[in-house]
C-alpha cells in the first residue's frame, strides 16, 4: 500500500496551480517508492511537482521551468540532485524554480528534464562520471540531495 493517494495531492495547491495539475499516466509506479517524496514532470505543461510526506501531513511544490531558457546548447550539464552528467545538444536538464506566492522571490535548481532521477542511479555510461559508487550508494546520494533541496524549499516555503 502506497502512503501516497491521488486524492490527498490536488488539495495541496490552489488556483491555476490547482487547475493544471492532472494525474500522470504513470501514477501506480510513481507512488511504489518506500521514500518520503515523489517527484514527477508534467506530461502537458512545463512543470514539476515535488510532494513530500512530513510528520505533519503532505507538503507540495510546483516546479516550473522556461523552455526557452533549456540546457540544450550547452557542452554538458550535471543534475543538482542525482550527479547524472547530460552530454550537449539535447535538453537532458531545465532549471527548475520554485516562487513565493508573489513571485517576487524563487529558488532554482538544475535537474534532469523528465524528474526521473531514480533511473540515473544504475547509468554506468559515459555519462555517469565512471564513478566508483555503487547503484544502492547513488540511489543513497541521489535521497540525500533530495532531502537537502526538500529543507531548502521549506525553509523558503515559510519566509514572510
Known amino acids: ?35 518520503d517524496y515523489i517527484m514527477w514532470r508534467s506530461e502537458s505543461v512545463y512543470r514539476g511537482y515535488f510532494i513530500q510526506m512530513t510528520d505533519n501531513g503532505l507538503l507540495g511544490w510546483t516546479l516550473t521551468f522556461d523552455p526557452k531558457q533549456s540546457t540544450k546548447n550547452r557542452k554538458a550539464t550535471m543534475c543538482d540532485l542525482c550527479k547524472f552528467v547530460h552530454g550537449g545538444g539535447s535538453p537532458g536538464t531545465h532549471f527548475f524554480s520554485v516562487h513565493n506566492r508573489d513571485r517576487t522571490r524563487s529558488v532554482s535548481f538544475l535537474a534532469c528534464a523528465d524528474l526521473k532521477c531514480i533511473d540515473r542511479c544504475g547509468e554506468t555510461s559515459v555519462n555517469s562520471m565512471r564513478e566508483t559508487l555503487s547503484r ?25
Do not use: Y
Not at 501516497?4 to 517508492?33: A, C, H, M, Y
Not at 544502492?136 to 514572510?160: N, P
Open 136 to 160: 544502492e550508494q547513488k540511489i543513497a546520494r541521489l535521497h540525500a540531495s533530495v532531502c537537502d533541496k526538500l529543507d531548502q524549499l521549506r525553509a523558503f516555503s515559510t519566509q514572510a
Open 1 to 35: 500500500m502506497s502512503k501516497f493517494n491521488w486524492d490527498d495531492i490536488p488539495p495541496l495547491f490552489k488556483g491555476k496551480e490547482k487547475k493544471l495539475l492532472k494525474r500522470p499516466s504513470f501514477w501506480d509506479t510513481l507512488v511504489q517508492t518506500d521514500q
